[in-house]
């Protein structure tokens, strides 16, 4: 049998595939396959993406900046135009502009956002030591006021995704726009999806805890597995530096719930993105690259 059916790492065959591949030269049918190995090829080259998604002033940032340890991103410039931000495990400092399409990035030896920007990445990646990033790597959707550019960029990181998280602001939850830019993501992506319900802090809210969380659950129990009651300045008292330090304070706050949730998505979604690029390799990578070998090789 073909060893390329029997790899148990699919990694390197996609990335093979992909670098060897151009895309324009391709059909249109061959382009969703060279899709689908780009996107499986980023979500399995490091632990899975968790996106953090919702419209503007949800408590996306906030979240982000809770679970990575550190105001990494300086909100001066997130009213400017950028890209998605991606944490993940390792030592603060050097910042890398990368592209979906490619595996080599642009390093940055300090945060120099506008330089990042200036390069015109797909995404901004940084690092910070959390611990929870050494299981999950986080992407944060940038503060924007145009919704439209919003949802584009959502779009595109939502591509290469495994888990959403969806923050929706308890004041005025679920409206009809957010369920409406929620529809258009990924399908396999709303399956791993957990709504987030921030403000859950604030008096008026706390009143109407209950109703708030029955009328949630009405209008999108069925659309997430799960329905979180979050209040970040508590979560904020309960953990530094991305560790927690008051495990009490941390589940009334909501904080245990959903890193539960996520980190169970996420290896649900793990195991899915291991069997579909299995898939993808044996029925249309493996086929592909063999004819490649052999016309290199030439004529018999
Ligand atoms: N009281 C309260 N304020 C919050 C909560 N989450 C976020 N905020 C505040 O809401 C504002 C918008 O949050 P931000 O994270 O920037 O939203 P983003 O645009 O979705 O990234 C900020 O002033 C946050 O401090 C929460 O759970 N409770
Ligand atoms: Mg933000």
């Not at 990445?121 to 790597?137: C, G, M, Q, T, V």
């Not at 799960?226 to 008051?246: E, L």
């Not at 649900?268 to 291991?274: E, H, I, L, Q, S």
């Amino acid at each position: 049998m073909n060893r390329m059916l029997t790899s148990p790492d699919p990694l390197p065959i996609l990335d093979r595939f992909v670098t060897q591949t151009e895309r324009d030269d391709l059909r249109s049918d061959e382009r969703r396959i060279y899709d689908r190995a780009l996107s499986l090829r980023s979500r399995l080259s490091g632990p899975p993406r968790v996106l953090i998604a919702g419209e503007f002033s949800a408590g996306k940032s906030t979240l982000a900046n809770l679970m990575v340890g550190a105001d990494l991103i300086p909100t001066s410039v997130l009213a400017n135009h950028i890209p998605p931000v991606e944490f993940s495990h390792g030592e603060v400092g050097q910042a890398h502009a990368a592209w979906w399409d490619t595996r080599v990035d642009v390093t940055f030896d300090t945060l120099d956002f506008a330089g990042l920007t200036a390069v015109e990445p797909d995404y901004i990646r940084l690092n910070a030591p959390s611990p929870f990033l050494e299981k999950i790597r986080l992407a944060d959707t940038p503060g924007t006021s145009d919704p439209a550019t919003l949802v584009d960029l959502m779009q595109s990181v939502a591509r290469h995704s495994d888990v959403m998280i969806w923050c929706t602001n308890a004041v005025q939850s679920w409206k009809e726009s957010e369920r409406r830019t929620w529809s258009e993501l990924p399908e396999r992506l709303r399956q791993h999806s957990v709504l987030v319900v921030t403000h859950m802090d604030l008096p008026a809210i706390r009143k109407g805890r209950q109703r708030v969380l029955d009328r949630l659950n009405r209008l999108a129990g069925d659309d997430f597995t799960q329905i979180i009651p979050f209040s970040a300045p508590d979560a904020g008292r309960a953990i530094s530096a991305g560790v927690v330090t008051d495990t009490e304070q941390w589940r009334n706050s909501g904080g245990e719930a959903l890193v539960d949730q996520v980190l169970a998505l996420a290896l649900a979604a793990r195991k899915d993105a291991n069997e579909l690029a299995g898939r993808l390799i044996q029925n249309y990578i493996a086929p592909s690259l063999a004819s490649a070998l052999s016309e290199d090789a030439g004529p018999a």
